[in-house]
């Protein structure tokens, strides 16, 4: 007959489900499960119709740790009061083994006649996208740690380097203090600039940390723009030589001698 037709249609359409379907009455007797249903939970239909899906399948407790009591069943209390149950961190026990398996569940009450006739609890196994938040989880941790982990280095890097860099420009202070030759005083200005400017990137090291964080301002100060340019390059003049080169700049005159901006981070640049 027609009815008898539909029903085989609707049963071939819920068995070619992925997610898997449970049917409920009232009283929280299994009356349907379609194939995918059967095979997540680790069971025949024809095992449990009739019996109580809380009881075979739900895994429920307490905030002491007991298995909630059927009555008190966070599923059923919804679809008795005619709402719809919605969770993504439930576990259903699979009855061929007796382990867990997360799921993703809706659960609503369906009508016929006007009442209540039970429950539709749609499903599905969400164990492998655990495993992935899981994963990502102990990856970002890791991450962190890394993270701090090369930040303590740095820190206590340049601290270690800061302090006989200081040393050194303290010396070399002292020593342009002296009576020297044009030459002496030329070649130790340099020396004195490059290792101010060396401090600086050591400072400069620990803003990575800060980069990192979104921390990182340029500073906005007035600066000698023609003398940084030209002690930068200087900076290289002695490896230039050693390698049978020689380096120079050569500025425009339309450079202004002194600018607004950030020094240190412009020295970097070139």
Avoid: W
């Avoid at 379907?21 to 009283?27: G, I, P």
């Avoid at 342009?176 to 005083?185: G, I, K, M, V």
């Avoid at 490059?194 to 401090?199: A, F, G, K, V």
Wanted: aromatic share 6%; with cysteine.
């Amino acid at each position: 007959d027609l009815i008898g037709q539909e029903r085989k249609k609707l049963r071939a359409i819920t068995d070619r489900m992925a997610e898997g379907l449970v049917v409920q009455d009232t009283q929280g007797r299994i009356t349907y499960l379609n194939r995918a249903a059967e095979q997540m939970l680790g069971v025949k239909t024809r095992m449990v119709v009739g019996k109580l899906a809380h009881h075979l399948f739900h895994v429920h407790y307490d905030a002491a740790g007991q298995p909630v009591p059927f009555n008190q069943c966070p599923v059923r209390l919804k679809t008795e009061a005619g709402e719809i149950y919605k969770s993504e961190d439930e576990y259903f026990r699979r009855l061929s083994d007796r382990s867990l398996i997360p799921v993703q569940i809706t659960s609503a009450p369906f009508v016929m006649d006007a009442e209540v006739a039970g429950s539709i609890t749609i499903f599905r196994d969400i164990t492998d996208r655990k495993h992935y938040e899981e994963n990502l989880k102990r990856a970002r941790v890791d991450a962190e740690a890394s993270a701090q982990a090369k930040a303590d280095f740095l820190a206590n890097m340049s601290h270690e380097i800061r302090t006989p860099m200081n040393g050194v420009i303290g010396m070399l202070d002292l020593a342009l203090e002296t009576p020297l030759s044009p030459e002496q005083r030329d070649f130790l200005q340099v020396a004195h600039s490059s290792s101010q400017t060396l401090l600086s990137l050591l400072n400069g090291i620990l803003d990575l940390a800060k980069l990192e964080a979104g921390q990182v301002e340029p500073e906005q100060i007035v600066f000698p723009l023609c003398n940084m340019l030209e002690d930068t390059v200087k900076l290289f003049a002695t490896q230039a030589q050693g390698k049978g080169l020689e380096i120079a700049i050569k500025l425009d005159d339309q450079v202004p001698v002194n600018a607004v901006g950030d020094p240190t981070r412009l020295r970097q640049i070139v």
